[in-house]
T-cell receptor, first 110, second 116 residues
Framework: SQQGEEDPQALSIQEGENATMNCSYK?????LQWYRQNSGRGLVHLIL?????REKHSGRLRVTLDTSKKSSSLLITASRAADTASYFC??????????FGKGNQVVVIP | GAVVSQHPSRVICKSGTSVKIECRSL??????MFWYRQFPKKSLMLMAT?????????EQGVEKDKFLINHASLTLSTLTVTSAHPEDSSFYIC????????????FGDGTRLSIL
């Protein structure tokens, strides 16, 4: 899980495999967003899932949201070397500011 | 679309100097801009939120006199690190959002600040 005091999760997979990463949060949310960050760069918005949605797809990405467990998962199917990056979830609450998790470092080996 | 340009990408300066970082939304009007700080292998920490034409709202523990934020137009926000010290060395990232709080934030490429 991303939030809390634990270190960022690291995942190393072979190209073509699926990559799954999880995110947990503690407060109530309006929506949850996933971002990707390449080393030394800014963040790229990937997908937004609203609190009343349970699953969302975008290309090779699938996001699930379980508000009862306060958790979300991001699945990248058929991974590519270019998917190597850090992936962050961010929750938006009543003030709609984003609170970021610690991130998942994904390495896709060609 | 939704491009945010942040400048400079990297700056190295002596302790005691002030450094200004610019964040521009190139193809949309950014009613709200955010400034984050990121430590190595850590998550983003929100420093402040700025709305065009009004004073920035700083997060707890962030010194507003140390980190001056100006959001004078719908396309430009600046962060000035005043009298910088080595402990201010970090990766600073801005983001911008158009009107409508449900809109995603679009991020600049960050500024690597190194204070000697």
């Amino acid at each position: 899980s991303q939030q809390g005091e634990e270190d960022p999760q690291a995942l190393s997979i072979q190209e073509g495999e699926n990559a799954t990463m999880n995110c947990s949060y503690k407060t109530s949310i309006n929506n949850l967003q996933w971002y990707r960050q390449n080393s030394g760069r800014g963040l790229v918005h990937l997908i937004l899932i609203r609190s009343n949605e349970r699953e969302k797809h975008s290309g090779r990405l699938r996001v699930t949201l379980d508000t009862s467990k306060k958790s979300s998962s991001l699945l990248i199917t058929a991974s590519r070397a270019a998917d190597t990056a850090s992936y962050f979830c961010a929750t938006a609450g009543g003030n709609n500011r984003l609170a970021f998790g610690k991130g998942n470092q994904v390495v896709v080996i060609p | 679309g939704a491009v945010v340009s942040q400048h400079p990408s990297r700056v190295i300066c002596k302790s005691g100097t002030s450094v200004k970082i610019e964040c521009r939304s190139l193809d949309f009007q950014a009613t709200t801009m955010f400034w984050y700080r990121q430590f190595p292998k850590k998550s983003l920490m929100l420093m402040a939120t700025s709305n065009e034409g009004s004073k920035a709202t700083y997060e707890q523990g962030v010194e507003k006199d140390k980190f001056l934020i100006n959001h004078a137009s719908l396309t430009l926000s600046t962060l000035t690190v005043t009298s910088a010290h080595p402990e201010d060395s970090s990766f600073y990232i801005c983001s911008a959002r158009s009107s409508g709080s449900i809109q995603p934030q679009h991020f600049g490429d960050g500024t690597r600040l190194s204070i000697l």
